[in-house]
C-alpha cells in the first residue's frame, strides 16, 4: 500500500500534476496523461478492462479546475473537460507515477 503523499500541487503554467511523496521522492506527471488513465468504469470497461478513454482521446490542454480527497486513500479530480469520476488511490498514483517513469 502507498502512503498518502505529503503534498500534490496542479501546476497548471507547467500542465503538470506534482505529487510529493516525501523530500526524496516527487514526481510531476503531465496533467493529460493523469486523464488520460483515468481509471472510472466510463474510461476502463469493467468487464474487459480495456481502456475506452485514453492519452489519445482526451485533449491535450486538460487541467484540473478542482481537487479533492476521498477519505484518507484517494485523490479526485474535476477536470476541464467536464470529467469528474476517477478516484485515483495512492496506490493507482504510485503506479502510473512508475508507467511514466518506465516511458520516458
Ligand atoms: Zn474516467
Redesign the pocket.
Known sequence: MASPPQNIRALKDNLLLEIVWSPEEQVQLPFSFVRGR???A??VNEMTGARM?GPNEVDSNVSPVQMGFSGNYALTIEWSDG?H??LYTWDYLAQIAAEHAAAE
Open positions: 483515468c481509471p472510472c466510463n474510461c478513454v470529467h469520476t476517477g
